[in-house]
């Protein structure tokens, strides 16, 4: 056993030795009085938040049908005290106001699922405290967690000096449609973001960008008996993926690195004795590297415009979701830089979560909070609970890590809405 001085010695030598970000989290913050009411109200009615995380897995929210969930969230911030309003888009938006001279801080949870209406969403609760349903852990536990954290801060009556926004959204699975409308009708009125989503873990300053695209070949047309030698979509879209599958990504290893994946959607005929007039295919591909995103894009089109023209059939290339790059993690050291990453890896320590060594905070990220990044916000991504299988129907949360997702809330609410130092 090692002397409590010498351990102590040797730790601040250790820290001393790694890269020292700033920070507006002290240790002195959880002690104060009003804060420390609210974390100790967030364990006092943890089984409520439990309750209510269940009731809003079971509301259906695919993207673009939130209402249901955004009229129950905007009952509760006005239950909490707050004056909230439904925007043009139908994101949620409340305002707790601060005591003056500080940044206002967002913090945007995501109302939507990725699981159409016909998907059982009703959760079933293990005995290994578990919640098993589609979409319990993304993002409805972040919802849970988003409402619990703003009675906290009211009942304990927390004194911020920015303003703290809370902020409901819609259509995240659908492109960020809801925080992208948000920001670009509130230009300017956003210090900082806060994306809750994901599960807990690093802390994700940067943004993957991501292209969704269908790409579509059409022709005439033909009767088998006459297709001999006619322009063929088939053919073209067929030619056209074994090609998409040469282009060259990054080692494995490299510091930046890109995926695609071609043809997670195809269509194209009805009937066995005719050549399709139309086939298409989609193409989801995903990289933080901006320039790397644009000339794979590039490189992808044009082998479906070279498949299409040996065919002789007509190519078109249709959106189906653009995200943008936040850029390279070179590109992203002042982010890194900046107080609220580092803020949130203290406070996650500081709640005994144990964050990856080495991955405390990473350069990626696929949140609401891409869209502050690529709007020079400074922004970050936070978990909501441990867990596993978002987007599928096996999802899974653990109950106790969401008291970590809901405490978070209350600490960086206290701590990023001080003015600078
Ligand atoms: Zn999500």
Redesign the pocket.
């Known amino acids: 056993m090692c002397h409590p001085g010498i351990a102590s010695f040797l730790l601040a030598v250790s820290l001393a030795a790694q890269t020292t970000y700033p920070s507006k989290f002290s240790p002195a913050l959880p002690e104060r009085d009003d804060v420390k009411q609210a974390i100790a109200f967030i364990d006092a009615h943890f089984e409520q938040q439990v309750k209510e995380w269940i009731h809003i897995t079971e509301i259906p929210a695919p993207s673009g049908q939130e209402s249901e969930r955004a009229a129950y969230v905007k009952a509760e911030f006005e239950k909490a005290g707050l004056q909230p309003a439904i925007d043009p888009s139908g994101n949620v938006v409340a305002r707790r106001k601060g005591t003056g001279g500080g940044p206002t801080l967002v913090f945007a949870a ?1 109302m939507d699922t990725v699981f159409p209406r016909s998907i059982d969403v009703r959760v079933t609760k293990k005995p290994d405290g578990t919640l098993h349903a589609p979409g319990v852990g ?2 409805s536990a972040s919802v849970a967690n988003l409402l619990q954290a703003l009675r906290a801060l009211q009942a304990a009556n927390v004194r911020t000096r920015g303003d703290v926004v809370f902020l409901a959204t819609v259509q ?2 659908a492109g960020l449609k809801g925080m992208y409308a948000w920001l670009e009708r509130n230009k300017g009125a956003a210090d900082m973001l806060v994306a809750l ?2 599960s807990l873990g690093p802390v994700r300053y940067g943004a993957l960008g991501v292209y969704w695209s269908r790409m579509k070949f059409t022709a005439p047309g033909a009767h088998t008996n006459r297709s001999r030698g006619v322009p063929n979509p088939v053919r073209a879209a067929a030619q056209c993926i074994t090609d998409i599958y040469t282009i060259p990504l990054p080692e494995p290893g490299a510091p930046v690195q890109a995926v695609y994946n071609a043809g997670g959607m195809m269509s194209a005929g009805e009937v066995v004795n005719a050549v399709p007039r139309e086939v298409t295919f989609t193409v989801d591909l995903r990289t933080v590297d901006k320039e790397l995103l644009g000339s794979l894009d590039d490189a992808m089109v044009s082998k479906c415009e070279q498949a299409a023209q040996a065919q002789r059939v007509t190519f078109t290339r249709e959106w189906i979701m653009r995200s943008a790059a936040g850029g390279r993690p070179e590109d992203l050291t002042d982010r890194r830089r900046h107080p609220i990453v580092q803020t949130a890896v203290d406070v996650l320590r500081y709640l005994n979560f144990e964050l990856p060594k080495g991955h405390e905070a990473d350069p990626d990220g696929s ?1 609401d909070a891409n869209a502050g990044v690529v709007n020079s916000i400074p922004s970050i991504s936070t978990g909501r609970a441990r867990g596993e299988g ?1 987007h599928t129907l096996g999802e899974w949360a653990d109950i106790d890590s969401a008291r970590i997702g809901a405490k978070q809330i209350v600490l960086l609410a206290a701590a990023l809405t001080e003015p600078d130092r």
């Open positions: 995501h993304d993002n995240e699975e989503d994901g949140t978002q």
